[in-house]
């Protein structure tokens, strides 16, 4: 069977945007292991995969990216720029909005059948405890972060451009990603342990959703399928997670410890933790205005280790007949494995 009538009847190319980034990496191994044909549109991208075209497109340049889409049947736009502190208040904006706006713009010009968008749970997140929050939260009213208020406009255009009926697309709200591949969440603990230690912030009687990166592969795939066999889906939002709600420092604590590390032995009060990242932000603000490290030390970061933040699946579970088939348990030891494989 030829390449081409192998991949009509799989289902037709398929470009992600952030192909190069932790999730867009796993969902392009996904597609092209299933025989998908799959572009990748990322800025300064390595290729690595002789099997997918890898193109040096930035998402915020719409001539480039609509060249990009011809002959797409689907975009899986996963480009996005995460800080939780606001001195990339700019770029964010104009990769997380405006990117997002161009995406759909190309999908009118090129004619895209679906667009699966990934968003993020911070989209309701508003300071606040949200104890088995669903789908029928409102968006946050108040701001909490740039890159909140820009996911939440981003994530409201796409859903509005969904009733427009030109592109079936859908969006999905993954919490707290981890897994092998990482490029930020993990390094950043691990960092911390290798030096002067993890200390907890606030007291572990706070909840918060994870979710490990096959689980947000497998919710892409089921959504990319969903948008083709059920109309329905498209205009709607899902949460994606482990639905194992876990304390945060407990969940660090577990990988630290299946990763050869002792336990969390040291704790910073909240107030403290939060008035350092004050200063520390305001520092950011003055001297540097662009992206800095993400180190997790910003107010927006310290709030939301002490809240309840954890969702219910039964949407996702529903009408995308998805489920999170990789146990946190299970998540966190093949995680740990995966580090010492880089050792």
């Known amino acids: 069977m030829g390449l081409d009538i192998q991949n ?10 952030g192909g190069c980034g932790f999730i867009g990496e796993a969902v392009v191994h996904a597609l092209a292991d299933k025989g998908r044909d799959v572009r990748v549109v990322s800025p300064h991208c390595h290729p690595f995969r002789s099997d997918v075209r890898f193109l040096n497109v930035d998402i915020r340049d719409l001539s480039a990216l609509v060249r990009a889409c ?7 736009h996963c480009a996005s720029v995460v800080q939780t502190r606001n001195t990339a208040r700019d770029e964010m904006w104009s990769v997380n909005y405006g990117g997002t706006v161009n995406v759909i713009e190309a999908c009118r010009r090129v004619g895209i059948r679906k667009l699966v968008h990934i968003s993020s749970a911070s989209v309701v997140y508003e300071g606040r405890d949200i104890e088995a929050g669903d789908e029928t939260l409102p968006y946050a009213g108040a701001s909490m972060s740039a890159y909140v208020d820009s996911k939440i406009a981003a994530e409201r255009r796409i859903l509005e451009f969904a009733a427009e009926g030109v592109t079936r697309a859908c969006a999905l709200r993954p919490h707290l990603v981890f897994g092998p591949g990482d490029q930020r969440f993990l390094p950043n603990i691990f960092k911390r342990a290798d030096g002067a230690g993890i200390r907890e912030v606030g007291r572990r009687d706070k909840l918060s959703d994870f979710v490990y990166i096959d689980n947000v592969v497998d919710a892409v795939l089921a959504a990319e399928r969903g948008l083709d066999s059920n109309g329905l889906i498209s205009g709607q939002a899902y949460f994606v997670t482990n639905a194992e709600p876990t304390p945060f420092f407990e969940f660090i604590e577990r990988l630290l410890m299946a990763s050869g590390y002792g336990p969390i032995r040291r704790r910073i009060p909240y107030w ?5 990242a004050g200063i520390v932000e305001g520092f950011h603000a003055v001297i540097r205005r662009g992206m800095v490290p993400e180190d997790g030390l910003s107010r927006f970061a310290v709030r939301y280790l002490n809240t309840h933040h954890y969702f219910r699946i039964d949407k996702a579970c529903r009408d995308l007949h998805w489920r999170p088939r990789v146990s946190l348990a299970e998540a966190i030891a093949r995680t740990a494995d995966s580090l010492y494989d880089l050792a």
Request: some cysteine; glycine content about 18%.
């Open 8 to 17: 009509a009847l799989i289902g037709g190319s398929v470009l992600v945007t």
């Open 272 to 276: 403290v933790a939060y008035a350092g």
């Open 70 to 76: 011809h002959g797409c049947e689907t975009i899986i």
